[in-house]
């Protein structure tokens, strides 16, 4: 996909990025725990802080956003959300293997977890090669070795 591209999220980005996860994952979110605004804004501001992001685009549109941290025995893939009108493209599954190929450059798994009442990210990552991990009542812990 060559009209795909990442840049480092800069703090002009970070409104982009809560409403590309409100949009492409509220629904999950509202299913889980209920969608509340102040606190999914304090979350998101602790990550934007913390994380690693980027915002992908596709022909020069800001599409999506990425969030990744490497850790010494791992890189972890902490969120990738594509907004809806751009998801069904190829748009997450090429910026996923490009997560997953530097992770296997550097020698490391990709880890991440998906809430369970997302079956369709479950199936995605399935597709890209991870396989289930563990569990929490909320979540599933996935993996993709180097």
Not at 37 to 58: G, K, P, W, Y
Not at 76 to 82: A, D, S
Not at 123 to 132: D, E, I, L, R, T
Request: a positive charge; one cysteine or more; hydrophobic letters at 40%.
């Amino acid at each position: 996909m060559d009209n795909l591209k990442l840049r480092k999220a800069t703090p002009a980005d970070s409104e982009f990025a809560y409403r590309t996860k409100k949009a492409a994952f509220g629904q999950y979110v509202e299913q889980v725990w209920g969608w509340d605004e102040e606190e999914q804004r304090r979350l998101h501001s602790r990550r934007f802080s913390s994380q690693d992001f980027s915002v992908i685009q596709l022909s020069g549109a800001d599409v999506g956003i990425m969030a990744i941290v490497q850790e010494t025995d791992c890189v972890k893939l902490n969120q990738i959300f594509i907004l809806p009108e751009y998801q069904g493209r190829g748009i997450g599954m090429a910026c996923t293997k490009r997560v997953i190929e530097d992770a296997a450059a550097a020698g490391l798994s990709v880890r991440l977890q998906v809430l369970k009442v997302n079956n369709r990210a479950i199936a995605f990552f399935q597709k890209s090669g991870f396989k289930k991990v563990g569990e929490s009542d909320t979540h599933i812990r996935m993996e993709r070795p180097s």
